[in-house]
């Protein structure tokens, strides 16, 4: 039977390493804010929100909501953006995606300030990652890796492979592994023989965007299965990437969904948010 890799538990445990490091920041009088803003009322986007709220509020960083009407145009947006980055009382943004269609993404991700980038979706942030250099981290990779050292799982030397190559998932995911020294190979919707490559993988990081793909058939004896995916099947239960009755038997560690990747996610980002006011 394969090791269950707990990310409720892990998450809970950076979570509350966080709660005392803002608690002894607090005692030498640094507080950290967090400026979250959401434009539209997008469910999906409020509950992402709300909870990134409530985690702020559990470790003791103070979180600043700009809840902004769907009409908010790209140039009163960029503009909050823009009092945000000079404020000094302010240490982390995040815009919540997807933006309504009018906003240019890319344009707004570009103008948050580097130094308060916590989601690391900046450019700056991107390329300091794949430099080697101390950056802020996408989250979901970030708690990937997290999963994988506190669950005691080498990635050096391992033949590592990335199914998908998103600009939040798959790529910085790729960058990660290899600077943990894995020996990385990254699969998207063009690779050939999609099982043959997969098979090499004694860590096998699944970010495919499609319900159960990846079954017994995609997965070598014994080889370590991260499910990233997130769904909802037809009788509203949640299912991720891999079809985890079919892997789990010949599988040495896997994450469950839920309770694996997904609740990583934001204890990174609250990683992120303490790093902003080292
Ligand atoms: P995406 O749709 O942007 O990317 C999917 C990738 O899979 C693409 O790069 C594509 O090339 C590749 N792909 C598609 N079909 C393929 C095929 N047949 N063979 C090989 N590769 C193929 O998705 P994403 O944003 O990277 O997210 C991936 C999954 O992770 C989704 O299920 C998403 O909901 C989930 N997700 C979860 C979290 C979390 O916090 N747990 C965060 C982000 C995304």
Redesign the pocket.
Known sequence: MALLIDGKKISAEIKDELKEIVAKKKAEGKEITLAVIQVGNDKASSVYVGNKKKACEYIGVNSLAYELPEETTEEELLSIVKELNERSDVHGILVQLPLPKHICEDKVLLAINPDKDVDGFHPVSVGRLWIGEEGYES??PA?VIQLLKRSGIEIAGKECVV????N???KPMAAMLLRENGTVTV?????KN?AEVTKRADILVV????PK?ITAEYVKEGAVVID????RNEDNKLC??VDFDSVEPIASAITPVPGG??P??IAMLMCNVVKSNA
């Open positions: 989250c979901t708690g199914i998908g190559r998103s939040i998932v798959g699969c998207h919707s063009r690779t999609l970010a495919i965007g499609k793909f990233v995916g997130i769904h991720g990437d990747v997904g990583m996610t």
